[in-house]
């Protein structure tokens, strides 16, 4: 059974920092592009962040230089380090595993909240 369990969210004042993680089980963890989606209450999914099998890195516009997507295959964990955090931010985090677009992955995690307050 394949679980991507999300951890590391709440709530931060403006200017703060989190750090999401992503701990998957049940599939070859190495092998999948990851993925981070962010989901606004009205809004329509937004990509975030990737991080290729091989580790190359891709980012939105709108967090460059202020995110950090790693990923630990030992772990079977991929984060997101989130400094400089904005009230715009502030969205259900979502985690996918063989990502391809906000809308097409193998498997996705349930989500967990950031809420950046100004």
């Known amino acids: 059974q394949v679980q991507l369990v999300e951890s590391g969210g709440g709530l931060v004042q403006a200017g703060g920092s989190l750090r999401l993680s992503c701990a998957a089980s049940?599939?070859?963890?190495?092998?999948?592009?990851m993925g981070w989606i962010r989901q606004a209450p009205g809004k329509q999914r937004e990509f975030v962040a990737s991080i290729s099998s091989s580790g190359s890195t891709k980012y939105a516009e709108s967090v460059k230089g202020r995110f950090t997507i790693s990923r630990d295959n030992a772990k079977k964990t991929v984060y997101l380090q989130m400094n400089r955090l904005r009230p715009e931010d502030t969205a259900v985090y979502l985690c996918?595993?063989?990502?391809?677009?906000?809308?097409?992955?193998?498997?996705w995690g349930q989500g967990t909240q950031v809420t950046v307050s100004s």
């Open positions: 049940g599939i070859l963890f190495r092998m999948h592009n």
């Open positions: 996918a595993a063989g990502y391809r677009t906000v809308t097409w992955s193998d498997y």
